[in-house]
């Protein structure tokens, strides 16, 4: 019989190899009883897969696996961060560190190493935040941590964190007394301490001195009738300001920074260091002198020492004529007010004592007239204006200043009301924008006055309309309100109902129209819960108000923010 060449078919049992399969554990149509019994480790796995698994499902064999693989994971992260941390790429050594934590190791060494290790790499990145972060995660793993104790002193030294960085080289040595890089940190954040101690000291000692240098000051200022004012466009850092005399040692004698203001050219010289004993004419000459040449504004050559003359302006605007022979001393002498009037004296304004200097003959005589002229418009506008306590504490702006000399002009010219005008002031006044790009001025007038003015107001309201012809005049009472109390307040005494916010608003109304009266008030609720509030008034003065309706309205607004509209009853409902 001939050989048989090349693979042979092989003959194999097809029930026998499928009963074979059935014995493997992934193959099983059931798995045996625990009576049974078996040796077979994948079996025993799947058993307990089946009747002792975790109420979430996770098998033993899969918990045991799962942990073992974490703790590789991370160990690899760890391993892959150091070797990135040798080359100094230290954003990416962050990163794997980062996965190492995440992974969860259960090895506490592990998982400390892990936050030290990327506490480093921030430490390299001044990220100083995040390093007291993760040493903070590694102290709670181990208290005794040197690289986390250490690298926490490194970085709150270079937060000026002294007090705590030397607290954590304290605990380090502790119990590693021998460690030389904590040892070194520790020398080095004692020297900055030292150096920070002497540093709040000098502060102190340099504040104290300022703050008695200051209080001298004020003691000397009062005693010359001095005065300090700041004006809103005056600068913070100013580089001259009012000293003693460091050669006096018995700090009596000042100096001033001083203002030569020349009036007839609009322009001006400094002296940083005027000592208050030295007379003016001494500088006079020093700027000015006789054959020297006149400076470029001087076009006329007028402004020589022989010819000028030196004006002194006190806080009530006072004009003083300097003498050749008078020193400052003796001008802030010169400045005291007399005996039975109010305080007067100097004024220090934004650090600067101001003079103006001018050359004798028609110029001077012009520019004193000019300034009295000023100085008394300037009074009768101040004086028409009184700031009540809800009033702005601010200087009188373009509006209130031109309803003041308006009133000034009024009293002045019309003879009915010189005797009413004479006593009344106004609070303050602002301009409201009404519909049709009109303005409308509103007058806000001390309550205690309200009586007073309403005497004049038909009339008064009238003039000042033809004076201000493009905008209508109303005039309201400066009325204060009070918060509802509650029970943290500090004031104990009940609220006026003259003060409650539906009070000062229903005011506000009838100040309003007067003398006009309100005959009936009606408020309508929209669907979308806004309201308006509609005001009727008495129709026998609707031919001299109709026209001012609109500026009731803005002007109730602005001052409420409720919407409002005024009307008159129709012919037939009267």
């Given at each position: 019989?001939?050989?048989?060449i090349?693979?042979q078919?092989?003959?194999?049992?097809?029930?026998e190899?499928l009963?074979?399969?059935?014995?493997?554990?992934?193959?099983?149509?059931?798995l045996?009883s625990d009576?049974?019994?078996?040796?077979d480790?994948?079996?025993?796995?799947?058993?307990?897969?089946?009747?002792?698994?975790s109420?979430?499902?996770?098998?033993?064999?899969?918990?045991?696996?799962?942990?073992?693989?974490?703790?590789?994971?991370?160990?690899?992260?760890?391993?892959?961060?150091?070797?990135?941390?040798k080359?100094?790429?230290?954003?990416?050594?962050?990163?794997?560190?980062?996965?190492?934590?995440?992974?969860?190791?259960?090895?506490?060494a592990?998982?400390?190493?892990l936050?030290?290790?990327?506490?480093?790499?921030?430490l390299?990145?001044?990220?100083?935040?995040?390093?007291?972060?993760?040493c903070s995660h590694?102290l709670?793993?181990?208290?005794?941590?040197?690289?986390?104790?250490?690298?926490?002193?490194?970085?709150?030294?270079?937060?000026d964190?002294?007090?705590?960085?030397l607290d954590?080289c304290?605990?380090?040595?502790?119990?590693?007394?021998?460690?030389p890089?904590v040892?070194?940190?520790?020398?080095?954040v004692e020297?900055a301490?030292?150096a920070?101690?002497?540093?709040?000291?000098?502060?102190?000692?340099r504040?104290?001195?300022?703050?008695?240098?200051?209080?001298?000051?004020q003691?000397?200022?009062?005693?010359?009738h001095?005065?300090?004012?700041?004006s809103?466009?005056g600068?913070?850092?100013?580089?001259y300001?009012?000293?003693?005399d460091?050669?006096d040692?018995?700090?009596t004698?000042?100096?001033f920074p001083?203002?030569?203001l020349?009036?007839?050219y609009?322009?001006s010289?400094?002296?940083?260091?005027?000592?208050e004993?030295?007379?003016?004419?001494?500088?006079?000459s020093?700027?000015?002198?006789p054959k020297a040449r006149?400076?470029?504004?001087?076009?006329?050559?007028?402004?020589?020492?022989?010819?000028?003359?030196?004006y002194?302006?006190t806080?009530r605007?006072?004009l003083?004529?300097?003498g050749?022979?008078?020193?400052?001393?003796?001008?802030?002498?010169?400045?005291k007010?007399?005996?039975g009037?109010?305080?007067?004296?100097l004024e220090?304004?934004?650090?600067y004592?101001?003079?103006?200097?001018?050359?004798?003959?028609?110029?001077?005589q012009?520019w004193?007239d000019?300034?009295k002229r000023?100085?008394?418009?300037?009074?009768s506008?101040?004086?028409?204006?009184l700031r009540?306590?809800n009033?702005?504490?601010?200087?009188p702006?373009e509006?209130?200043t031109?309803?003041?000399?308006?009133l000034?002009d009024?009293?002045?010219?019309v003879?009915?009301?010189?005797?009413?005008?004479?006593?009344?002031?106004?609070?303050t006044?602002?301009?409201?924008?009404?519909?049709?790009?009109?303005?409308?001025?509103?007058?806000?007038?001390?309550?205690?006055?309200?009586k007073?003015?309403?005497?004049?107001?038909?009339?008064?309201?009238?003039?000042l309309?033809?004076?201000?012809?493009?905008?209508?005049v109303?005039?309201?009472a400066?009325r204060?309100?009070?918060?509802?109390?509650?029970?943290?307040?500090?004031?104990k005494?009940?609220?006026?109902?003259?003060r409650?916010?539906?009070s000062?608003?229903?005011?506000?109304?009838?100040?309003?129209?007067?003398?006009t009266?309100?005959?009936?008030?009606?408020?309508?609720v929209?669907?979308?819960?806004?309201?308006?509030?509609?005001?009727i008034?008495?129709?026998?003065?609707?031919?001299?108000?109709e026209?001012?309706l609109d500026s009731?309205s803005?002007?109730?607004?602005?001052?409420?923010g409720?919407?409002v509209?005024?009307?008159?009853p129709?012919?037939?409902?009267?």
């Amino acid at each position: 019989m001939a050989s048989q060449i090349g693979p042979q078919p092989l003959e194999v049992d097809l029930d026998e190899s499928l009963a074979s399969l059935e014995s493997l554990p992934l193959f099983m149509k059931s798995l045996p009883s625990d009576s049974e019994g078996t040796d077979d480790v994948a079996l025993q796995a799947l058993q307990s897969l089946a009747y002792d698994g975790s109420p979430d499902g996770a098998s033993t064999l899969s918990l045991i696996m799962s942990l073992t693989s974490s703790q590789e994971n991370a160990q690899n992260f760890k391993e892959q961060g150091n070797d990135y941390f040798k080359g100094k790429r230290y954003r990416e050594a962050i990163g794997f560190y980062t996965q190492g934590v995440d992974a969860k190791p259960t090895d506490p060494a592990l998982l400390e190493a892990l936050y030290c290790n990327r506490a480093a790499c921030n430490l390299e990145l001044n990220n100083y935040g995040l390093v007291l972060k993760d040493c903070s995660h590694a102290l709670s793993l181990n208290t005794k941590s040197s690289k986390a104790l250490y690298r926490s002193a490194t970085a709150l030294l270079t937060l000026d964190r002294l007090e705590e960085a030397l607290d954590c080289c304290i605990r380090c040595l502790a119990f590693d007394p021998n460690n030389p890089a904590v040892q070194s940190l520790r020398s080095r954040v004692e020297s900055a301490k030292t150096a920070q101690d002497r540093q709040r000291q000098e502060k102190e000692v340099r504040l104290r001195r300022e703050k008695e240098e200051k209080n001298l000051l004020q003691i000397a200022f009062k005693e010359r009738h001095l005065y300090q004012t700041n004006s809103l466009q005056g600068t913070a850092d100013n580089p001259y300001s009012p000293h003693f005399d460091s050669d006096d040692p018995t700090r009596t004698t000042l100096i001033f920074p001083v203002f030569f203001l020349y009036p007839q050219y609009a322009t001006s010289d400094v002296i940083t260091d005027f000592v208050e004993d030295t007379t003016f004419h001494a500088h006079i000459s020093q700027m000015f002198p006789p054959k020297a040449r006149t400076p470029t504004w001087d076009e006329r050559q007028e402004y020589t020492a022989s010819n000028l003359v030196v004006y002194a302006m006190t806080r009530r605007k006072r004009l003083l004529k300097v003498g050749k022979k008078m020193t400052l001393q003796d001008v802030c002498k010169a400045a005291k007010e007399k005996q039975g009037e109010p305080a007067d004296g100097l004024e220090i304004k934004d650090g600067y004592l101001t003079f103006a200097v001018l050359p004798r003959g028609s110029e001077e005589q012009t520019w004193v007239d000019e300034f009295k002229r000023t100085r008394d418009a300037s009074m009768s506008v101040n004086h028409k204006i009184l700031r009540t306590a809800n009033a702005p504490q601010t200087s009188p702006d373009e509006t209130e200043t031109s309803l003041a000399q308006a009133l000034i002009d009024l009293e002045n010219n019309v003879p009915e009301l010189k005797a009413e005008l004479r006593p009344l002031q106004i609070s303050t006044a602002r301009e409201v924008d009404v519909r049709g790009g009109k303005k409308a001025i509103v007058v806000f007038v001390p309550v205690p006055q309200q009586k007073a003015f309403r005497k004049v107001q038909q009339r008064l309201t009238r003039e000042l309309e033809k004076k201000f012809s493009d905008r209508h005049v109303v005039f309201v009472a400066q009325r204060r309100m009070l918060s509802k109390p509650t029970r943290n307040s500090r004031t104990k005494q009940k609220r006026p109902r003259s003060r409650t916010l539906t009070s000062v608003h229903e005011k506000i109304l009838e100040d309003l129209v007067f003398p006009t009266e309100i005959i009936g008030k009606r408020t309508r609720v929209g669907v979308d819960g806004s309201k308006l509030l509609k005001v009727i008034l008495d129709s026998k003065d609707a031919t001299s108000l109709e026209y001012k309706l609109d500026s009731f309205s803005s002007v109730y607004r602005r001052l409420t923010g409720k919407d409002v509209v005024f009307e008159f009853p129709p012919a037939n409902q009267e």
